[in-house]
């Protein structure tokens, strides 16, 4: 379904369950606001998977529309705030994210100093996948942009942003830790 193992498909060792709410033209419940996520179990460590997104000043390397991505402040708890400036189309913007973690079970970012976002949550849970040396990934996104301008172009390129979004971590952990062990590849909440 999703490729072979020795063909470098960016969704190889993946199973995918894609919810999408308000989508359309960007109105849920007359807020504004877009919600996505997703459970995949792909074939890399909860650690190494954690690592990579916990890695949020590499981001501007590999992360789509990621063109600054800088650590801001660190915090005694191991939190830390980062500045992050995305480019989409002509629209450029910049934003502190502070983030929470505890390695290698979850990341959460939150935006606390934003011009952009009304809103902006993002959750990353990992725990041990079905085979050794993989990962049930649970991904949660919530976010409001300020802008009715913003909200209109989300509307737009939301599923591409967020399906290359986490595409791109998955693609990440192949380039640093080779292929990932093989999966098994059904998808969470289907009907045999």
């Not at 660190?74 to 929470?100: N, R, W």
């Not at 849970?125 to 990934?137: A, I, K």
């Not at 591409?160 to 979004?165: D, F, G, H, Q, Y």
Request: with cysteine.
């Amino acid at each position: 379904m999703y490729g072979d193992i020795s063909s470098g498909n960016l969704y190889n060792n993946t199973t995918i369950k894609r919810r999408f709410l308000g989508c359309g033209d960007g109105e849920e419940g007359g807020v504004l606001s877009k919600v996505y996520e997703e459970r995949l179990v792909l074939g890399y460590s909860p650690e190494q998977l954690f690592d990579v997104v916990a890695a949020v000043d590499l981001y501007h390397g590999f992360v789509p529309w990621c063109q600054r991505s800088e650590i801001q402040k660190q915090y005694p708890d191991g939190s830390f705030d980062a500045e992050l400036e995305i480019g989409f189309k002509f629209l450029v913007e910049s934003y502190i994210s502070h983030v929470e973690l505890n390695r290698p079970k979850f990341l959460k970012t939150t935006a606390s100093e934003s011009n952009l976002f009304d809103h902006l949550i993002n959750i990353w849970e990992f725990n041990p996948g079905p085979v050794p040396g993989s990962c049930d990934l649970y991904f949660f996104v919530d976010f409001k942009f300020q802008s009715p301008l913003y909200r209109q172009v989300a509307s737009v390129f939301f599923k591409e942003v967020v399906s290359r979004l986490v595409g791109s971590f998955s693609e990440r952990c192949r380039l640093i830790y080779g292929p990932g062990v093989p999966v098994i590849e059904k998808s969470y909440g289907e009907k045999a």
